[in-house]
């Protein structure tokens, strides 16, 4: 997860950026307002941190959970942050499970996958370039079957 101060680091480092200075100019804000989110005197705007995530070439919902982050910061009253909190949470957690499927999807494209009639133990497992586990016969009240689909 992203804070303010790494977000601005990444952006450095992908651009090739040596100063603060330097990425107030491309992010067209002043060297002072730069400073103030650094030191979290202030915190950027929606434009500036959608500018960030362009030029770090980071993804948009990293910078959507820490977006709502701020706006936590930005409430004037219990109610709100509170309500910011929550889809905070929400945020967090689908992106914990989309971090999980894709980690599922590329294990199932050039990981282990397991034999139909394999027992569970790992040194019974198939190797396949890409595989593809498909229960449609489940759907229909069969018994499940996996096919191999060749890449």
């Not at 100019?25 to 002072?32: D, N």
């Not at 309500?83 to 999980?100: D, N, Y």
């Amino acid at each position: 997860m992203y804070t303010v101060d790494t977000l601005l680091d990444t952006v450095k480092d992908r651009r090739g950026i040596k100063s603060d200075y330097a990425l107030a100019k491309l992010l067209e804000i002043t060297y002072h307002s730069l400073m103030n989110y650094r030191h979290g005197r202030s915190r950027p705007d929606d434009k500036t941190l959608t500018k960030l995530a362009e030029l770090g070439e980071i993804d948009l919902a990293d910078v959507d959970v820490l977006a709502v982050q701020l706006q936590v910061d930005r409430s004037q009253s219990e109610e709100s942050r509170e309500m910011w909190r929550r889809i905070a949470r929400r945020l967090q957690t689908g992106s914990a499970h989309a971090g999980f499927l894709a980690a599922l999807g590329v294990s199932l494209l050039v990981g282990v996958a397991p034999r139909a009639d394999a027992s569970p133990l790992p040194s019974e497992r198939v190797a396949s370039k890409a595989g593809l586990c498909v229960m449609s016969n489940q759907i229909h009240g069969l018994e499940p079957a996996c096919h191999a689909i060749a890449a």
